[in-house]
C-alpha cells in the first residue's frame, strides 16, 4: 500500500493512478496535516507495478512518478520525499 504522511500544514488532496491496478476509487482524497491513518493516508496497491501520485495543496499540483505499492510519500508544503519499499525494509531491519 501507498502511504501519505502530510506535513504541509494544512490538508492536501490525493490521487493514486495506476494502469496496473485496475479498480478501486480513483479520485482525490483529502489527507488532513499530522494526522496518519489507514482510513485517510493510504491506498491499498500492488506492489508489482509502478503508479503516479498527484498532490493537490492549495493551487499546487505535484506528480510523482514511479510511486511503487509499498513505497512512502512525505508531503511538504514546498517538497516531497518518497521512500521506497527497500529503504523502509532496510530500516524495519
Known sequence: MVWIGNEAGETINVSITSIHTPGGATGFFPVEPGYAS???????????????????????????????????????????????TEVQAFFGA
Open 38 to 84: 489507514y482510513s485517510t493516508s493510504h491506498w491499498q496497491r500492488n506492489a508489482t507495478g509502478a503508479e503516479t501520485a498527484v498532490i493537490r495543496l492549495g493551487q499546487k499540483i505535484v506528480t510523482v512518478p514511479d510511486v511503487l505499492g509499498n513505497d512512502f510519500l512525505l508531503i511538504f508544503s514546498d517538497t516531497y520525499l518518497k521512500i521506497p
